[in-house]
């Protein structure tokens, strides 16, 4: 038996499991459901899976896109229609597909156990704990 513990670490029978390993995998699939639109586009599945720097890409990449059509589509409301602003209006356009196919893949991979937390696998209870 192991005596020697910091406060960060704890023992499962005889497997290690760092504090950072309690992610579930149904928490995950919600945040990264199309059905909930803002959790999946905003990226925070891939927070709250330890990819940070992944998150941000895509929470950026989303909003910028927004915020790139939503500008294309004001300025062609209330100005003569340039060909900037459709280039604006496109690169916004396609900035939000990025987001959504990415988050698409994401949401297959969570899915099917492919895409797991940065620390390690998902939260499993030993079920077999007394065998």
């Excluded at 199309?34 to 330890?50: A, D, S």
Aim: charge should be positive; glycine fraction near 10%; hydrophobic fraction near 45%.
């Amino acid at each position: 038996e192991q005596t020697n513990l910091n406060s960060y670490q704890h023992y499962n029978n005889d497997r290690h499991v760092h504090h950072r390993h309690n992610k579930r995998q149904w928490v995950a699939i919600l945040l990264s459901c199309p059905l909930f639109y803002w959790f999946c586009l905003l990226g925070l599945h891939r927070f709250y899976l330890g990819y940070n720097l992944q998150g941000y890409l895509q929470l950026f990449a989303f909003l910028i896109g927004s915020a790139a059509l939503l500008v294309a589509l004001i300025m062609l409301l209330f100005s003569n229609a340039g060909i900037g602003i459709y280039i604006l209006g496109g690169i916004g356009y396609f900035l939000i597909l990025g987001a959504i196919v990415w988050e698409t893949i994401d949401f297959f991979r969570i899915c099917f156990g492919d895409l797991k937390p940065k620390y390690g696998d998902y939260y499993r209870p030993n079920r077999n704990r007394y065998r």
